[in-house]
């Protein structure tokens, strides 16, 4: 199975700042990622799929790059409604399998 | 408006069962895969399971084939989940999540419900 991994696992960043996240899959997967955001004690949400389409409704400052086996999610000016733990997911075969989380704070 | 409504969570002891409801409304529910994820406490996103519109193909994770019987019932527009030799480590938030678009198996999830608790405990 193809495993996927975030990186970092965690991040403090400050408000205004420029975040980035990976995710790595072990092996191709062409565009097929998708990117949530779970804030605490809610339900995922759908950021991005195909590895950069901004899933409707989701602020700009967020966006999503890659393909193959190396993608990033980016946030352009990090606001404190990101407090969050961002998950990528593969969808190209089964096992839909997710990254194991980055969890993003506000220095 | 997609609304996903979990239920059937509760506490159970190990080896005992559980079945999983998931009622879907606002959308053609025949048109879409659907699938179930968990979250232990704490812990990230597991892909659990995924079925097919039709019902007819259903994939599950390792850690829970043999055990775990994903159905539906496109009648009532409801996705199940039969556990059966529950174990600890099965302890989780169930999520039901549907396909973001129909007709094909391989998707993100674009609309969750709110989830239902497992815990397994004696």
């Known amino acids: 199975d193809i495993q996927m991994t975030q990186s970092p696992s965690s991040l403090s960043a400050s408000v205004g700042d420029r975040v980035t996240i990976t995710c790595r899959a072990s092996?191709?997967?062409?565009?097929?990622l998708a990117w949530y955001q779970q804030k605490p004690g809610k339900v995922p949400k759908l950021l991005i799929y195909t590895a950069s389409t901004l899933q409707s409704g989701v602020p700009s400052r967020f966006s999503g790059s890659g393909s193959g086996t190396d993608f990033t999610l980016t946030i352009s000016s990090l606001q404190p409604e990101d407090v969050a733990t961002y998950y990528c997911?593969?969808?190209?075969?089964?096992?839909?399998?997710f990254g194991q989380g980055t969890k993003v704070e506000i220095k | 408006e997609v609304q996903l409504l979990e239920s059937g969570g509760g506490l159970v002891q190990p080896g005992g069962s559980l079945r999983l409801s998931c009622v879907a409304s606002g959308f053609t529910f025949s048109s879409y895969a659907m699938n179930w994820v968990r979250q232990a406490p704490g812990k990230g996103l597991e892909w659990v399971s995924a079925i097919s519109g039709s019902g007819g193909t259903a994939y599950y994770a390792d850690s829970v084939k043999g055990r775990f019987t994903i159905s539906r019932d496109n009648s009532k527009n409801t996705l199940y989940l039969l556990m059966n030799s529950l174990r600890d480590e099965d302890t989780a938030v169930f999520y039901c999540?549907?396909?973001?678009?129909?007709?094909?198996?391989?998707?993100?999830?674009?609309?969750w419900g709110q989830g239902t608790l497992v815990t397994v405990s004696s």
């Open positions: 997911q593969k969808y190209n075969s089964a096992p839909w399998t």
């Open positions: 092996q191709g997967i062409t565009n097929y």
């Open positions: 999540a549907k396909n973001g678009r129909s007709g094909t198996f391989y998707n993100y999830f674009d609309f």
